[in-house]
Structures are given as structure tokens and as C-alpha cells.
């Protein structure tokens, strides 16, 4: 499962023109701000999941030098019947799939794409919120309402957060809360437990045994969810009404990575953080094999900064094992071998220098 071609229209400095991919390992090249990240970028719009968040608004996306606002990307799926994505970007977001209207949820389904871009090392050195981002990009392609439950629990927060700051009660919201945040902290650790039955696949990519666990928010006294949320809201109780923000659920979970015992941030080096960032995504993706029946697509920035000879070869084979559709960037000169094909990109031009 992946795609064939996509056609990038007026996409930031990416020449408009149609792009044929193959669907095994597609890397590419080329300097610093030559365009790779920004393809890989239309890449995971075309697929539903929308700009990525780089300090800009969507609306500021469309190319410098076009003249035009409008935005489209148009990728033509791998399957059988070459069903046709149309994204278009411009005060709008509208998607079609041949023609007819699509929504983002079900593109996702339709075409599962993992992707932690711009930079995968976030998932170990980066803030909670990239973990809990990898935790919920995963439930959001195998548990379809998730996505919804999720926003409902992050309005909850938002309302509970105002009540706070109005000194009022929040005995109300809470009691709305406990569903929701009780389901989430499930949800996540078994996302987790998927994430972790798969890495004994992907060991020789990892340094050392790597073991991940969820830290809930706030809370964790209690194994149950939902006793858990309900104590820990009281033993915070004063401490939310001092700080005027909710601080147990959902919204402040962790994951917490260890490796050897101690946590992997603190104790890896550069090119071992990344070796586990890469596991823990291909590990990802795998899961959703399991179970969704279809290959998730991944996109991969960067993909050899920090490794060693020895890194990139294991990477690769994995990649090669997982017969799925990968984009992936390097901005070091590639003189070595590599198992598909590979891709120029200089200044938003985009030309084939290998064939597999
Ligand atoms: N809306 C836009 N319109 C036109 N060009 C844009 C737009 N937004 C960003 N760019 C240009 O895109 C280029 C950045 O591309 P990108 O981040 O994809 O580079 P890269 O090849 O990934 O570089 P690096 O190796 O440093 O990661 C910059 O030159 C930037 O000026
Ligand atoms: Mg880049």
C-alpha cells in the first residue's frame, strides 16, 4: 500500500510537477533547504494528517513565487483500482478520493501513513507532548473514535481550566471527565503494549532492551483508571485550585523509554537515541499491521544523521524486511549502495538518480 505518484501543485518551493515513486524505498537527496522535508511534508497532507506544525499556519503554506493561494497535491493510490487523492489548501482544506469527498479520518484508514516529522529524535529528547503525539497518531489509525473522544476529553480540560481560573466548582466537569480520561489511559497502554510486543522483532536496531511504559498524568497510585483519576483528583485537588489548572488526566501523560534500566534520554548517545527513535516507529508500524491488515506508509526525515555504517546497514535491512512503502531523506551525500531508489532534490526540483 502507498502511492504511485503524487503531483505537488504550487507546494512551497517544490517545482509543480508529477513525482513517480516505487513502492519499496524511495530516498532523497540533496542539500540543507533544498525541499526534502517539504516533500515528505506533501506527502503526509496528501494522506489526510495536514501540514506539519513548524510555526507557520496553514494559510502561509502556498509557494513564494506562484502568485496563487491555492495549494494542490494529487497522489494516485498503489491498489488495485489507482484511486486518485485530491488535497487542495487554500482559505479551504478540502480532500477528495476520486472525486467524491473524503473525510481526513477516513483517508487515514484508507491509506495508513506514520510519520514523525521533522525530527523523530523529539519522540526521546523532546517534551511529553511528541510522545503522547506518537501514542495518539497510532490510536487515531486503529481505534477510529478515538480521535473524537479526544477532542471531547481536550474540550473538557479547556472548560475545566476556565472554571478553575473563576474559582467554581469543578466537581461537574470532573465527574464528565472520568469516562473519557479513563478510557484514553487504556487505550494508551495498550497502544503501548502493541508498540512493545513488536520491538523483539526490531532488536538488533536497538543498543539495549528497551522497555516503554505509560505515565499517567497526575496520577498513578492506582492501577485502575478510573479509581486512579478519582483519588488523584483528590489528593490535587488543592493543587489545581492553587495553580488554577487541571493537572491530573490525559493532557500531562508521559511514555516513559527505558533502555538498560535507566531512561533513554539521559543516558544514550545521539546515534543510539535515534536507533531507538527508528525502532520505536517501525515497531509502531508493525502494530498497525497486525491490526490493520495493511502496511502503514512511513515517512522518515533525516533518516542517517547520527548512524554509523553499521546503523544505516540495520536500518536498512529492517526497512527492506517490512516490504512497505518508505520516503526517507538524508542530507549527507550517499555514495553507498542503497536498496531502492534513489531521489535529487535541488532547489524544488526533483530528478531520479538511481534505479533499484
Ligand atoms: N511557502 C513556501 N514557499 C516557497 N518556499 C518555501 C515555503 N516555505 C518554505 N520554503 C522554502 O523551502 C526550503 C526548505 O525546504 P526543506 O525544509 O524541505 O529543506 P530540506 O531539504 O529538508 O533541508 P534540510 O536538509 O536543511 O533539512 C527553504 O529554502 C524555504 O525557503
Ligand atoms: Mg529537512
Known amino acids: 500500500m502507498g502511492y504511485n505518484r503524487v503531483r505537488f501543485n504550487n507546494f512551497r518551493n517544490i517545482e509543480p510537477r508529477e513525482i513517480k515513486w516505487t513502492p519499496g524505498l524511495n530516498l532523497l537527496t540533496g542539500p540543507n533547504g533544498s525541499g526534502k522535508t517539504n516533500l515528505l511534508e506533501g506527502i503526509n497532507i496528501v494522506s489526510g494528517w495536514g501540514p506539519l506544525e513548524r510555526g507557520t499556519r496553514s494559510s502561509s503554506i502556498p509557494s513564494w513565487n506562484s502568485g496563487s493561494s491555492e495549494v494542490q497535491l494529487t497522489g494516485q493510490l498503489d491498489d488495485e483500482n489507482g484511486e486518485i487523492v485530491k488535497v487542495k489548501l487554500s482559505s479551504r482544506y478540502t480532500i477528495r478520493l476520486d472525486e467524491k469527498p473524503i473525510t481526513a479520518t477516513d483517508l487515514r484508514w484508507k491509506i495508513p501513513v506514520l510519520s514523525f516529522l521533522p525530527n523523530d529524535m523529539s519522540i526521546i529528547e523532546g517534551s511529553a507532548s511528541f510522545r503522547r503525539r506518537l501514542m495518539d497518531m497510532l490510536l487515531t489509525l486503529i481505534i477510529p473514535v478515538y480521535a473524537t473522544r479526544l477532542n471531547d476529553y481536550r474540550r473538557g480540560i479547556k472548560q475545566k481550566t476556565v472554571i478553575l481560573r473563576n474559582h467554581g466548582k469543578t466537581d461537574f466537569i470532573d465527574r464528565a471527565l472520568l469516562p473519557l480520561a479513563s478510557w484514553i489511559w487504556k487505550m494508551r497502554e495498550e497502544v503501548l503494549v ?163
Open 194 to 356: 502493541m508498540i512493545s510486543e513488536s520491538m523483539d522483532d526490531i532488536y538488533d536496531l536497538l543498543p539495549y532492551p528497551t522497555e516503554i511504559s505509560l505515565v499517567r498524568g497526575g496520577a498513578g497510585s492506582l492501577p485502575q483508571p478510573e479509581e486512579d483519576f478519582i483519588y488523584s483528583l483528590k489528593i490535587n485537588k488543592n493543587k489545581e485550585e492553587v495553580l488554577n489548572v487541571p493537572v491530573v488526566g490525559p493532557h500531562r501523560d508521559d511514555m516513559l523509554i527505558r533502555t538498560n534500566g535507566t531512561t533513554a534520554a539521559l543516558s544514550l548517545s545521539r546515534g543510539f537515541r535515534r536507533r531507538v527513535a527508528v525502532a520505536l516507529i517501525l515497531a509502531a508500524a508493525d502494530g498497525v499491521r497486525r491490526k490493520l491488515g495493511k502496511d502503514p506508509v512511513l515517512l522518515l526525515d533525516e533518516i542517517t544523521a547520527e548512524l554509523d555504517s553499521d546503523g544505516r546497514d540495520l536500518l536498512f535491512c529492517a526497512l527492506i524486511e517490512r516490504k512497505t512503502q518508505v520516503f526517507a531523506s538524508t542530507a549527507e551525500p550517499f555514495a553507498e549502495s542503497f536498496p531502492g531508489r534513489i531521489y535529487r532534490v535541488d532547489s524544488g526540483r526533483v530528478e531520479i538518480i538511481d534505479e533499484d
